[in-house]
């Protein structure tokens, strides 16, 4: 008969588990095992160490889930819940903030997509799917053109800013080249990254590759500042 009736518990719990998480797996993530772990250890009257014997589990393990720094087995968390008395529920925490922000009306997701296209710099359509709590994949099946527009201007803008850092950075080693044989040293990578003070730097293909271009056709100079040829 007490088989029977976890059973019935396991089955309702889990039926009810899942309705429930259906959609928002958040919601499971709210469950605090700590709480049933002491509604357990109060009603039998035995400590943490006890409850770890009885359950048959290493107190580490208890102490992780206790602290909340493991992850449960479900299985585990049910035979507790089970043995507590008490039903495997959680209240989920009300943030006035996230709700507004949940609560955004398809105008007002709309109007700020809107904006966000003559913002500069412009957004990532991930970045505003954050700031509007919604999933990005969502905002793109709901305003598709948007999306397509925002993300097309982001991809732009990330273009365009790798090609200036590229140009700035063939400037700073082509002068780097010319400061390090003026000093009577060849220009190494080591060499060229110590003098600009940025250890790695040619490890990055691109660079590597503006270097090795630039070593080649920066003169060499010898001594009084003539070119050798």
């Known amino acids: 008969m007490e088989e029977f009736k976890r059973q019935i518990y396991y089955t309702s719990t889990l039926n009810t588990l899942t309705y429930l998480a259906f959609g928002n797996a958040e919601l499971v993530k709210q469950i605090s095992v700590k709480e049933y772990i002491q509604t357990l250890t109060s009603v039998l ?3 943490r160490a006890d409850l770890s014997r009885k359950l048959n589990i290493p107190k580490n393990t208890l102490h ?48 700020r997509l809107q904006a966000s296209l003559s913002q500069c710099p412009p957004p990532s359509l991930r970045a505003l799917a954050s700031e509007l709590r ?8 709901k305003f598709p ?7 097309l201007r982001f991809q732009i803008y990330v273009t ?16 780097a080249i010319v ?14 990254e ?36």
């Open 64 to 111: 992780g889930w206790y602290h909340e720094t493991n992850r449960i087995p479900l299985p585990v968390l049910l035979d507790i819940c089970y043995s507590a008395h008490q039903k495997l529920v959680f209240t989920p925490k009300f943030n006035p903030k996230d709700h507004n922000r949940q609560c955004l009306s398809t105008s007002k997701i709309q109007t």
């Open 160 to 175: 365009e800013k790798r090609k200036e850092r590229l140009s700035r950075l063939a400037l700073d080693i082509k002068r």
């Open 179 to 192: 400061a390090v044989r003026s000093d009577g040293k060849s220009p190494t990578q080591r060499n060229v």
């Open 145 to 151: 053109e948007l999306a397509r527009q925002i993300a």
């Open 45 to 47: 009257k035995i400590s």
């Open 134 to 141: 919604i999933d990005r994949r969502l905002l793109s099946r």
């Open 194 to 229: 110590e003098y600009l003070r940025k250890p790695g730097l040619l490890r990055e293909k691109c660079l590597k590759e503006i270097w090795s271009k630039e070593r080649a056709i920066v003169p060499r100079f010898g001594s009084g500042g003539k070119k050798k040829f």
